[in-house]
């Protein structure tokens, strides 16, 4: 687990754990030094550890290490959630070589090692659906009472699904190096046969009905 002491990577760590599986925890706590100590996760490694017990084990390491862990735990390791990233517009057009590194480079390196180390493993990307750019401002949208919804005859109507294009659009270096991160996923899983999926977070028209974007590539 990337990024485990995030906000999806804690849940994911605490619902992976429930199902008896033991969480090995990786994160570095970069977002005290993109947002200050304030914002730093020290405090939510420590109540993992806590409340979990010996079904979680923390390292402090970075994703841009080419090791990252995966050669001590080999083929033990049966699913890879990589939540780990640099996830600041503001942040990535001030320093784009730290954000590429983190985000496109990062996963490559997370997405190597699974080849090498524990090919038999899924690997599910928290991807985003920046990955689309502005290319949704295009969508036909209706003034509602309270929201602007798309038009419901249109194929996106309950939500945007990968036939969605991302070229010829802004994206942002954000943006850009995210899609970097999403594609190399599905190439891993189509070049390589690995078993990747990349799910494009992002709000729902209608919180009771989420409508998540997700590209998969399980081979046959």
Known sequence: ????AGLIGSEAVRHFSRLGLHVVGIDNDMRARFFGAEASTAW????????????YTHHDVDVRDRDAL???YGRDIAVVIHTAAQPSHDWAARDP???FDINAVGTLNILQNVREHCPDSAVIHCSTNKVYGDRPNSLPFLEQETSWEIAPDHPYASGVDETMSIDTCLHSVFGAS????????QEYG??????TACFRGG??????????????????
Do not use: E, H
């Open 1 to 4: 687990m990337t990024g485990s």
């Open 178 to 185: 995210k899609t970097v991160a999403d594609i190399l996923v």
């Open 97 to 99: 070589f730290l954000d």
């Open 203 to 220: 709000p729902s028209p209608d919180p009771a009905t989420p409508q998540p974007n997700s590209t998969a590539s399980w081979p046959t």
């Open 44 to 55: 939510n490694v420590t109540r993992l550890s806590a409340d979990l017990g010996p079904a």
């Open 190 to 195: 189509r070049y390589f046969g690995l078993r």
């Open 70 to 72: 995966f050669r001590r």
